[in-house]
């Protein structure tokens, strides 16, 4: 099973930029698809982006298009998720997910993703 750890978050004003990392270790990096997910307080953990094992495609909750964007570097096991434009909606407990498939594809489900990281706080102030 692979390993993760997210770092990057933060508190930062209306309009700031975080960039979050997620590091793993203990497999093998690109045979997984990987993800970022948020949960606000009270609220159900939900989808943000997902990236294909290759990076070739991508994928973005609406509310983030054109705002966020996930990348990955496979050399470097690591995936990122750059925050710009950050809104108070936008505060929440960022998680890295991974999920092994065999295909260039992405899911947004959480159920999907058996691989976890601990989450880090990203708190936007108005």
């Known amino acids: 099973q692979v390993q993760l750890v997210e770092s990057g978050g933060g508190l930062v004003q209306a309009g700031g930029s975080l960039r979050l990392s997620c590091a793993a270790s203990?497999?093998?990096?690109?045979?997984?698809?990987m993800g970022w997910f948020r949960q606000a307080p009270g609220k159900e953990r939900t989808f943000v982006a997902g990236?294909?094992?290759?990076?070739?495609?991508?994928d973005y909750e609406d509310s983030v298009k054109g705002r966020f964007t996930i990348s990955r570097d496979n050399a470097k096991n690591t995936v990122f998720l750059q925050l710009n434009n950050l809104q108070p909606e936008d505060t929440a407990v960022y998680y890295c997910?991974?999920?092994?498939?065999?295909?260039?594809?992405?899911?947004?489900?959480?159920?999907?993703?058996?691989?976890w990281g601990q989450g880090t706080q990203v708190t936007v102030s108005s």
């Open positions: 990236i294909s094992r290759s990076g070739a495609n991508t």
């Open positions: 997910a991974a999920r092994a498939t065999i295909a260039n594809t992405i899911t947004r489900q959480p159920h999907d993703f058996p691989n």
């Open positions: 203990g497999g093998i990096f690109v045979l997984y698809a």
